[in-house]
Nanobody, 126 residues
Framework: VQLQASGGGLVQAGGPLTLSCAAS????????MGWFRQAPGKEREFVGY???????SYADSVKGRFTISRDDVKNTVSLQMNSLKPEDTAVYYC?????????????????????WGQGTQVTVSS
């Protein structure tokens, strides 16, 4: 599967921004779709994921502010970000994991994901 992320940009603190990730290839609905981010000088960190049953999990730092959704007809996954903070500034990546596990904690690790988009920059100004 190939992933293409879009929607990044410059936004003021407190504002909203929605990222999209378009997938090509078969069996999109079978993938767990994750979002990660990487700030300069930092490791890539988990933001959230949505599984095949539309269940979601989020990092504590974004819980209550970010929402992940998916459209298995259009083969897209979105990351709606509200109440953005300067510390949310990073390159955001969407990723797809094809190997299913009932242990949701596994999907918080980048190594679980076999496919990655190219990343889209989000900059939050204070």
């Amino acid at each position: 599967v190939q992933l293409q992320a879009s929607g990044g940009g410059l936004v003021q603190a407190g504002g909203p921004l929605t990222l999209s990730c378009a997938a090509s290839g078969r069996a999109f609905s079978s993938y767990v779709m994750g979002w990660f981010r990487q700030a300069p000088g930092k490791e890539r960190e988990f933001v959230g994921y949505i599984n095949r049953s539309y269940g979601t999990s989020y990092a504590d730092s974004v819980k209550g502010r970010f929402t992940i959704s998916r459209d298995d007809v259009k083969n897209t996954v979105s990351l709606q970000m509200n109440s953005l903070k300067p510390e949310d500034t990073a390159v955001y990546y969407c990723a797809a994991a094809g190997a299913w596990s009932s242990n949701g904690a596994l999907y918080k690790a980048p190594t679980r994901y076999a496919y990655w988009g190219q990343g889209t920059q989000v900059t939050v100004s204070s």
